[in-house]
């Protein structure tokens, strides 16, 4: 139970044949997904990737959200569909063509997502067939098949369920998202769907995922490397009849946007560590995020933390390609609460950090002002390198 | 022969026990090198790296160069001197005072350069005994022990020698470099001194470093870690009495940038490929260097590049994150040669694609213009990550 928690929605997850299946599993691995808003109400939200570079499904679901209403996102795993011309501009369309069909909606109507190799066609006819085994299989139970189906090189399926607050609050949000690699949103890195039975006009559903996805899937930098297909869109199909406070739902959401950002960060490619680097006291949130994003894209602190080598002066040497307002003279660095560097020079004994754990934090003071903010990353391992040079992706 | 080629230039390289010596390698490894000026002229200019987070050796060299004349340098390797906080400027201050009266001149002529982990103090007297031996030990023909002396994870010394053009110019360049990690200048990320018995005076000189470093070191950006050490320091002894003409000169001393930072490029930590990545018509030199430095950033393409595999979908979503003048779906990508996408869509087949060389080139035309620019990186290897995080450099 998860995208099919909330009331009012059915999904499906079945194999099309679009996944490499060169290990013979029986049966083949599940590569097309639907999630279908049953109604009563159809409205949604979404945001797609920043990269300029989108995919063909991306440029066809950003004319299908321009009018608030999503009644199906279906998603397919095995190609991206990203870079392959007007045929595969043609395959995107075809597929919503034939989930419309199926459910006697508008293909308008039918958000699609596709996640694999950039420049890789999918094979239409399987895609058509996979779309029909997909509508036969629809069921109120088919939140796992659905997750597993937008598997790539994620090694387990993501899935959340927010209840809403109080006891018997009545409505509720679920969640699938798969990403482990060209983790870098700004916005969006990944394949999300999010589903509620509350009713939230399109124009509040808005608000509250821009609100959610910037302070969970946009605080996530992984490996610096954004994609150029990825989505996130919220259905609210209205079956609980409750309108909550517009407050409670954005805390709710953001919960699970946050809860499905850190399965991300979990399960990224060859990762042993889940760096989380907070900038204290800066002069504004851009310039502590910058400072975050800045430490979380050097590859060389990044190695040091796989070694487990508390290597503050990588971290400083980062923060100095910067913009933001501080002090190079006065700068404070904690690894796991062990402050190794205060005032600029070397304080508590590096060798008290433990970097066994997989969990890491590294804190920075910049003492230039009143803002903070978070900015989660993964270690450089030698599995990361092995998995995005041996196999294309 | 390397700096000591020009005439007017003597220079040593000894151990001061600085380096780790575990090993017990007899004699032990060369850390402190001291190359002099000794004129008649004494005509300089330097670029340092542009972290805001310097060394302390920085902050005193900054102040030395201010005024054109620098007499001499002394360049030590294990320890950067980098946030050690006052002591460790006193350091500087220290081995600038014992040159300085081992030679008779003032100590602000003299640049001081360190390199090696951030936040490790050196020991003071092992430099100021290391300084007396270099001052007993300065000739003609110990550039090459100079040279060695700043290496830290360089596998290779790294020297240059450039005569001026025609036959009988009578007057030459000479130079020397370290650096392997943390490569990603803009400007300098490395050591480099330079040397010339030509006449220029000082303002002439910083003209033609600037021009030099500007499409040599600048365009190298092996893994995107920009050093708070670097510096670059070209002396003009005036020993030859020939005064070039600027432009004969500035093209002399491009090649012998040029020639280092490739040195630079191929001992680059761990790589296997040097990578040149080259956009054409852009509609301004930014924005070929903000495409070229996107795509040398991306660990994804890196990591490809290590793997043989021709994965131009790396490219393409590393390009769609700058800010540059490009249609996303009118690109054209060549690797080694072999157009893999023409107009955004597959083109060539990427098995023509041979990355079996050490050298590969990416050239990227985004049809926007007429300014071009080639950024240098490498790939993304195991033992990158293994020499980053199994030891702290």
Redesign the interface.
């Known amino acids: 139970m998860s995208v099919t928690h909330p009331a009012g929605f059915t999904a499906a997850g079945t194999s099309a044949g679009l996944k490499n299946n060169s290990a013979g599993r029986t049966p083949p691995p599940r590569d097309l997904a639907l999630v279908v808003n049953t109604g009563p109400t159809y409205d949604s939200a979404s945001v797609f990737t920043?990269?300029?570079?989108?995919a063909n499904p991306i440029l066809w679901s950003q004319e299908v959200v321009k009018n608030g209403v999503v009644r199906a996102v279906v998603l397919n795993s095995g190609g991206?569909n990203?870079?392959?011309?007007a045929e595969g501009f043609q395959t995107t369309h075809a597929v919503a063509e034939r989930v419309a069909e199926g459910l006697g909606i508008g293909a308008l109507d039918v958000v699609v997502c596709s996640t694999g190799?950039?420049?890789l066609?999918n094979p239409r006819e399987n895609l058509l067939k996979g779309v029909d085994d997909c509508l036969a299989a629809l069921t109120e139970d088919a939140g796992l098949d659905a997750a597993e189906a937008i598997m790539t090189t994620d090694s387990v399926a993501k899935q959340v369920v927010v209840e809403g607050p109080g006891s018997g609050a009545g409505w509720s949000i679920g969640g699938m998202a798969k990403g482990a690699?060209?983790l870098a949103p700004e916005l969006a890195t990944m394949l999300v769907v999010l589903t509620t039975d509350a009713v939230v006009p399109a124009d509040e559903l808005d608000t509250a995922l821009r609100a959610a996805t910037q302070i969970s899937f946009d605080r996530l930098d992984s490996?610096?490397?954004?994609?150029?297909n990825d989505t996130v869109t919220v259905m609210a199909s209205g079956a609980s009849g409750i309108t909550p406070a517009i407050g409670d739902f954005t805390e709710a959401l953001t919960r699970a946007c946050t809860d499905l950002a850190m399965q991300l960060l979990k399960d990224a490619e060859g990762a042993d560590h889940e760096i989380a680097i907070t900038v204290l006291h800066a002069d504004s949130e851009a310039d502590a995020l910058e400072v975050g994003r800045s430490v979380a894209?050097?590859?060389?602190f990044k190695?040091?933390v796989?070694?487990k080598?508390p290597?503050?002066?990588?971290v400083?040497?980062?923060?100095?390609?910067?913009a933001a307002a501080f002090d190079?003279a006065d700068?404070d660095v904690a690894m796991n609460g062990v402050w190794v560097?205060r005032?600029?020079?070397?304080a508590e004994d590096p060798a008290e950090v433990d970097l066994s754990d997989r969990e890491v934090s590294v804190t920075i003071d910049l003492k230039s002002g009143a803002e903070l903010a978070t900015i989660w990353t993964n270690d450089?391992?030698?599995a990361?390198?092995?998995e995005?040079?041996?196999?294309?992706s």
């Not at 990203?82 to 011309?85: H, I, P, R, S, V």
């Open positions: 920043a990269n300029r570079c989108k991206a990203c870079y392959t011309g190799l950039i420049g066609s690699g060209m490996d610096g490397c954004m994609s150029t894209r050097s590859n060389l190695a040091a796989f070694g080598d290597n503050w002066g990588r400083l040497a980062s923060i100095g390609t910067t190079p700068l560097c005032n600029s020079t070397p450089l391992t030698h990361y390198v092995h995005n040079s041996a196999y294309s």
